[in-house]
């Protein structure tokens, strides 16, 4: 059977890392191409998603767009590989981790942080955003902690949900979060991730260690 085309558009530092680690953890020859979205998705590449964020996957002509549709169409082109778990449950459990980290914390958690914006337009009242926003991660955090149970998210190999896993956690530090200390579970599963060799390369284009606290600083290390 032929390879799938396939074609990955991902922004250093954001999200899409984690769709970058599977792809690359999923061995298919893919290409990448780079949307910085760290000012806002760029008005001249909607075209590609109207809804105006990364990652997006080419798969053979179709186009898919957000995480949890991504890693399951990944899933999909190795399924010996169990990107979604062993067993039934564990493909729901997968689930719940994606709807989870895609709807509550990146959404209800990180925007307000990231993009307060978005939101309202005045400063003091963005910054109060920004800050409720940073308790209610500091929350999802703790619900994370109690759900980690052993070195993986879903049963005991990898899945998806631990590479998802991984960009909020990097945030975490880069936010200033006390992640060694408050999340010891979420920690252990995060740094057994970042030895595998796929989750090193997908955090190369950032141009710094997987885990540094600087990953903030990347707008200025970009060259638009
Ligand atoms: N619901 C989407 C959200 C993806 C998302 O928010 N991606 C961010 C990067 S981490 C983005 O593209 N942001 C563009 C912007 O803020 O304008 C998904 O789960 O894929």
């Excluded at 800050?131 to 994370?144: A, H, Q």
Aim: glycine share 8%; hydrophobic share 40%.
């Amino acid at each position: 059977m032929a390879a799938p085309e396939l074609q990955l558009f991902i922004s250093p530092g954001s999200c899409a890392t984690a769709a970058y680690a599977l792809l690359i953890e999923s061995g298919l020859p893919f290409s990448t191409k780079i949307i910085n979205v760290f000012e806002g998705f760029p008005a001249e590449a909607l075209h590609l998603n109207p809804k105006g964020r990364v990652p997006i996957l080419h798969v053979n002509g179709e186009i898919i767009t957000e995480m949890p549709a991504i890693m399951m169409a990944i899933a999909q082109l190795v399924p010996d590989r169990k990107f979604l778990g062993e067993t039934n449950m564990e493909t729901i459990r997968c689930y719940e981790w994606f709807s989870f980290l895609s709807g509550e914390l990146h959404t209800l958690g990180y925007y307000p942080v990231f993009r307060p914006h978005y939101f309202i337009d005045d400063q003091d009242t963005c910054k109060e955003l920004r800050n409720r926003g940073l308790e209610k991660v500091g929350r999802y955090y703790g619900m994370i902690e109690d759900k980690i149970k052993g070195l993986h998210a879903v049963g005991d190999g990898f899945t998806a949900a631990d590479v998802y896993l991984l960009p909020f956690y990097r945030w975490g530090i880069a936010w200033g979060f006390a992640m060694k200390e408050k999340y010891p579970k979420y920690t252990a599963l995060i740094e057994n991730l970042v030895q595998r060799e796929s989750v090193k390369k997908a955090c190369e284009i950032d141009g710094m260690e997987p885990l540094s606290a600087d990953l903030l600083k990347l707008p200025k290390l970009l060259v638009k």
